[in-house]
């Protein structure tokens, strides 16, 4: 079943005329099916998303024209990178500097997005690549630049787009590193730190679920030395800080892209987790609600759910349905911490 297009790719479907008999390489903020259109009328087409949830969704359709991951390498092969605007600036920064060495010379950029999620900065985007861009097409609130690389471009080296820093949570110290747009890239949040200080130690094998840069799993397995620990999130930016951050800290894991629990191996004895509840512009409670009513089904005996939580969300009912026995551990204006045993 098909799904209604997005106002971003309903734009692009106007002007796709632009990609025709393209070798085109995709990238950013994909949401619809709308690269599969675009496989239909350009020479050869590459997609490349760093969201697990839409490879797992477009695999079948697309097969070795979408590639996930981290990173895409290879020497200079396609003349025309469409490149649909991530939440983030600095995650748009990062995705022309890894794409644009890809990029034969003289070759189409187009970057169209939300003029809600920083395509008003194209201009300044565009600058280290080429000449000033020009806007193709702009209608419900999104716009469609397109610009030409008429620079050399450095070659992309993944190691300089981490960030670095310290977090001193009570007697744990950590080193954080992480890719941009990634949660918790420049300093850790207050959610996940009431968290960490309300767990007690901990035994046996820790789920740590929407990992982010790793700080909780990578906390958690600092402080309780034997814990086995499997950090799960569906970015691929994400899990590569997670790796990244246990490696700087002389921890070891389990690293795995999982969207919610499709690809984990067997239960656990805790999961804890900060569930993301934002996705883009929009907000997104399904996968998170999905992720706590399901959580029994992946939990040994015992097992027990820690997860912290916007005041403001209504996660205690869905809790409170799925598990025996579910508490608030601690609580202040803007966050509490639920326990649930299974």
Aim: net charge negative; aromatic share 8%.
């Amino acid at each position: 079943m098909s799904h209604p297009l997005s106002a971003v790719s309903q734009m692009l479907e106007r002007n796709q005329a632009l990609f025709e008999g393209k070798h085109l390489l995709v990238c950013g903020a994909l949401e619809d099916e709308y690269p599969r259109d675009l496989a239909g009328i350009v020479r050869d087409l590459t997609v490349f998303t760093t969201d697990y949830s839409y490879f797992r969704g477009q695999e079948e359709a697309l097969g070795e024209r979408i590639v996930f991951g981290h990173e895409l390498g290879g020497a200079p092969r396609f003349d025309a990178l469409l490149l649909l605007m991530p939440k983030a600036k600095a995650e748009a920064q990062f995705l022309l500097a890894m794409m644009t060495p890809l990029l034969l010379a003289g070759a189409d950029i187009f970057l169209a997005g939300d003029n809600r999620g920083g395509i008003n900065g194209a201009d300044k985007l565009m600058s280290p690549y080429g000449g000033k861009p020009v806007k193709r097409d702009s209608a419900r609130r999104c716009s469609l630049y397109h610009g030409e690389l008429s620079q050399s471009v450095p070659s992309f080296r993944l190691d300089d787009w981490f960030s670095q820093y310290q977090c001193q949570l009570g007697d744990t110290q950590l080193t954080v590193r992480a890719l941009p747009g990634v949660f918790s890239a420049s300093e850790l949040d207050l959610g996940s730190q009431m968290l960490l200080a309300s767990l007690p130690p901990l035994t046996g094998t820790l789920l740590d679920f929407g990992c982010g840069a790793g700080v909780i799993g990578s906390v958690l397995a600092k402080r309780n030395p034997g814990l086995e620990v499997t950090l799960v999130d569906i970015n691929a930016l994400a899990l590569e800080s997670s790796r990244q951050t246990l490696a700087a800290n002389g921890l070891t894991g389990t690293v795995l892209a999982s969207d919610v629990y499709s690809d984990l191996p067997g239960c656990f004895d805790q999961i804890v987790s900060n569930p993301p509840f934002h996705a883009g512009l929009k907000t997104h409670y399904a996968a998170t609600e999905t992720f706590l009513a399901e959580a029994p089904r992946h939990l040994n005996g015992r097992g027990a759910l820690t997860i912290v939580a916007n005041a403001f969300l209504r996660y205690q009912p869905i809790l409170e349905a799925a598990f025996k026995q579910t508490e608030i551990r601690t609580m202040d204006s803007k966050f509490r911490v639920y326990r649930s045993l299974r």
